[in-house]
């Protein structure tokens, strides 16, 4: 029964686009609910996820969060189309990754509650999380994986078989994103640089600076629909408004794809059928034409968790791209209640398991 159930999911996430997690309207803050943005519905889901956890990253179906304490959490969405029938919340606990105290001197904060836990490096310690497989469907194969300490830190867990984080030196790397790709793990560093690292040992794939005259706001890697290697660059325009203090508005996206053969990174002016989903979660590439009213050759892009806030009506950094005409189609706006309850949690990406009975 529970491999047939496995069956039936694996099924269900490959046929179903990536969809946006959000807050509920209800008064519980800590309820989420999924919002399918390309046929601009809001499908039922229950997942509680506590108001102090922070989302630090989307991946391979599972949601990862996490607390003050550092600690770590998996939690898998569901949402249901027909009848009323419901599931049990699915959430798998991980150690602190990172040791309590590490930013405090004890001799001056010696309490145990988390309220007087003021860190100032919450938001920021925990950067980005990727997992590698299903925890459920492929536990052999799965890792958890997480860029810390402002990137110079990268650290490893496999859930249900580490009892704590392997941590891996990336000073001299920072990166901007991480992807498993091929059975081994990729790295982008701010200007471009790729590494790749087989968990034993790091290597330069392309150590030539990518150079560009604009900021760069955010690298992302994919791994495109037929298999390529891609690396995004997400342009930021970031200003000060009087009224409402620091802004930020994404300006336009440039695609490269990667020529293992001479080691160099190639403009990719077009698409094709493909679409992309880019945000805090792990990045993901569909085919349009499998999904009915998904703009191809286009970048669907959320507000990515930082500092700057976004706009007070609601408008989020968030958005479709086209790729071509090299513009935003639109921004996703969202209810006054709703985005109220963002706070510190943007939207991210999910591609959830979703219960058709």
Same mark, same amino acid.
């Given at each position: 029964?529970?491999?047939?159930?496995?069956?039936?999911?694996?099924?269900?996430?490959?046929?179903?686009?990536?969809?946006?997690?959000?807050?509920?309207?209800?008064?519980?803050?800590?309820?989420?609910?999924?919002?399918?943005?390309?046929?601009?519905?809001?499908?039922?889901?229950?997942?509680?996820?506590?108001?102090?956890?922070?989302?630090?990253?989307?991946?391979?179906?599972?949601?990862?969060?996490?607390?003050?304490?550092?600690?770590?959490? &998996?939690?898998?969405?569901?949402?249901?189309?027909?009848?009323?029938?419901?599931?049990?919340?699915?959430? =798998?606990? &991980?150690?602190?990754?990172?040791?309590?105290?590490?930013?405090?001197?004890?001799?001056?904060?010696?309490?145990?509650?988390?309220?007087?836990?003021?860190?100032?490096? %919450?938001?920021?310690?925990?950067?980005?999380?990727?997992?590698? $497989?299903?925890?459920?469907?492929?536990?052999?194969?799965?890792?958890?994986? $997480?860029?810390?300490?402002?990137?110079?830190?990268? $650290?490893?867990?496999?859930?249900?078989?580490?009892?704590?984080?392997?941590? =891996?030196?990336?000073?001299?790397?920072?990166?901007?994103?991480?992807? /498993? /790709?091929?059975?081994?793990?990729? #790295?982008?560093?701010?200007?471009?640089? &790729?590494?790749?690292?087989?968990?034993? @040992?790091?290597?330069?794939?392309?150590?030539?600076?990518?150079?560009?005259?604009?900021?760069?706001?955010?690298?992302?890697?994919?791994?495109?629909?037929? #298999?390529?290697?891609?690396?995004?660059?997400?342009? =930021?325009?970031?200003?000060?408004?009087?009224?409402?203090?620091?802004?930020?508005?994404?300006?336009?996206?440039?695609?490269?794809?990667?020529? %293992?053969?001479?080691?160099?990174?190639?403009?990719?002016?077009?698409?094709?059928?493909?679409?992309?989903?880019?945000?805090?979660?792990?990045?993901?590439?569909?085919?349009?034409?499998?999904?009915? #009213?998904?703009?191809?050759?286009?970048?669907?892009?959320?507000?990515? @968790?930082?500092?700057?806030?976004?706009?007070?009506?609601?408008?989020?950094?968030?958005?479709?791209?086209?790729?071509?005409?090299?513009?935003?189609?639109?921004? %996703?706006?969202?209810?006054?209640?709703? %985005?109220?309850?963002?706070?510190?949690?943007?939207?991210?990406?999910?591609?959830?398991? &979703?219960?058709?009975?």
């Amino acid at each position: 029964m529970k491999n047939n159930q496995i069956k039936r999911n694996k099924m269900l996430r490959h046929h179903h686009a990536p969809m946006l997690f959000i807050p509920s309207e209800e008064e519980e803050e800590c309820t989420w609910i999924i919002y399918d943005i390309i046929n601009n519905k809001r499908l039922e889901s229950k997942l509680e996820i506590p108001h102090n956890k922070r989302f630090c990253g989307s991946s391979e179906g599972w949601l990862v969060a996490t607390d003050i304490n550092y600690e770590v959490s &998996l939690y898998k969405p569901y949402s249901f189309l027909k009848g009323e029938k419901s599931v049990e919340n699915i959430s =798998i606990q &991980l150690p602190s990754i990172c040791p309590k105290g590490i930013f405090y001197d004890s001799e001056d904060n010696d309490s145990d509650s988390d309220d007087d836990l003021e860190d100032p490096n %919450f938001d920021f310690y925990i950067y980005r999380t990727i997992i590698t $497989a299903d925890p459920l469907e492929n536990s052999d194969d799965c890792r958890v994986i $997480a860029i810390i300490r402002g990137s110079f830190e990268l $650290a490893l867990i496999k859930p249900g078989k580490n009892t704590s984080w392997t941590k =891996i030196d990336a000073r001299r790397l920072q990166f901007r994103d991480i992807l /498993y /790709y091929n059975d081994q793990l990729y #790295g982008i560093d701010i200007e471009g640089r &790729l590494m790749s690292f087989d968990f034993r @040992d790091w290597k330069y794939i392309i150590s030539t600076k990518l150079r560009t005259s604009d900021f760069i706001g955010r690298r992302y890697l994919v791994k495109s629909y037929y #298999g390529d290697l891609l690396q995004v660059e997400r342009h =930021i325009e970031f200003w000060y408004d009087e009224n409402n203090g620091h802004k930020r508005a994404t300006k336009k996206f440039k695609i490269f794809k990667l020529d %293992f053969e001479n080691q160099k990174w190639v403009e990719v002016r077009s698409l094709g059928d493909s679409t992309l989903f880019l945000g805090d979660n792990s990045s993901i590439c569909v085919l349009a034409s499998n999904f009915v #009213g998904c703009q191809p050759n286009c970048i669907y892009f959320t507000h990515d @968790d930082d500092t700057i806030s976004s706009h007070p009506n609601g408008l989020l950094d968030s958005g479709i791209y086209n790729v071509e005409t090299k513009s935003v189609l639109f921004h %996703f706006s969202m209810d006054s209640t709703i %985005f109220a309850k963002m706070s510190g949690r943007p939207p991210i990406w999910v591609v959830p398991t &979703l219960n058709l009975y």
